[in-house]
């Protein structure tokens, strides 16, 4: 005989030990049960902390394409004031990419640590990039949205640069020959310099599986640039309401 269905519940919930399916501990792991909250569906899912590596991952993945609509922020096209410059600004760009690249150049330094806008602009992961760069190296941005981050590197100087993401109404072509394309990682084809996912990677179901997608794509000794939120201070003090668990997408 079965018990009631709220029993069941409570049992689910409460006595039965969740599999993480990084480490695949099963002992002593706590469920939580968050709702989607940045479009207001107030849908529920239930999320595993590892007793044993310490991971916070959903339980079950939904059909995620319901909780990307078209105006999902990193889906809605760029403001063109943002990412559209005059020449002086273009000039004053390549400059402080120069820069930052080839680490010579006087104006490029001055106007790099000078605090100008174009200085905010470049971004702090090729600041201190660890490998060879070039403007001509091969970029991809999984995950690129509209592709506002490749358009800015555009203005950098950067020549070879792609974008992919599976959420998108359709391929977008930016002028300047900036292409983003309806694909999933494992539609690309290789070789890039670097791959940059910022904060994708925590929307991806397969962890392991991505980092192999990610290595096929990337010539030898290339780089890959992950960049994603992790457990901190904000789960202790918020838990299931720390903005950043963003349930179902995290």
């Keep these: 005989m079965q018990p009631p269905p709220f029993l069941r519940e409570i049992r689910y919930t409460f006595f039965m030990d969740e599999k993480c399916r990084i480490c695949g501990n099963t002992g002593g792991n706590r469920t939580h049960t968050a709702r989607e909250m940045m479009f207001g569906t107030r849908d529920e899912f239930r999320y595993i902390e590892c007793a044993e590596c310490g991971t916070l991952q959903i339980a ?13 922020y990193s889906l809605v096209p760029a403001d063109e004031g943002e990412v559209r410059r005059s020449l002086k600004r273009r000039i004053a760009s390549r400059l402080i990419a120069n820069y930052h690249i080839k680490k010579r150049g006087i104006i490029g330094k001055k106007l790099a640590n000078g605090g100008s806008w174009a200085a905010v602009l470049f971004p702090e992961y090729l600041k201190r990039f660890p490998g060879k760069l ?12 509209s592709g506002r981050t490749l358009r800015i590197l555009a203005n950098f100087g950067f020549r070879s640069l ?11 072509v930016h002028p300047g020959g900036v292409t983003i394309r309806k694909k999933h990682l494992i539609e690309l084809a290789p070789s890039f310099d670097i791959v940059m996912l910022h904060h994708v990677f925590e929307h991806l179901p397969d962890p392991k599986e991505t980092l192999a997608q990610i290595r096929r794509l990337l010539v030898p000794n290339g780089t890959a640039i992950i960049r994603m939120p992790i457990k901190n201070y904000a789960w202790k003090k918020y838990g299931v309401d720390w903005v950043q668990l963003d349930p179902p997408r995290h």
Excluded: M, V
């Design 162 to 172: 792609s974008g992919a993401d599976a959420f998108i109404e359709k391929d977008i």
């Design 60 to 72: 079950e993945i939904p059909d995620l394409a319901k909780y990307y609509p078209a105006d999902y």
């Design 134 to 145: 070039s403007l001509d190296s091969r970029i991809l941005d999984f995950g690129s949205g």
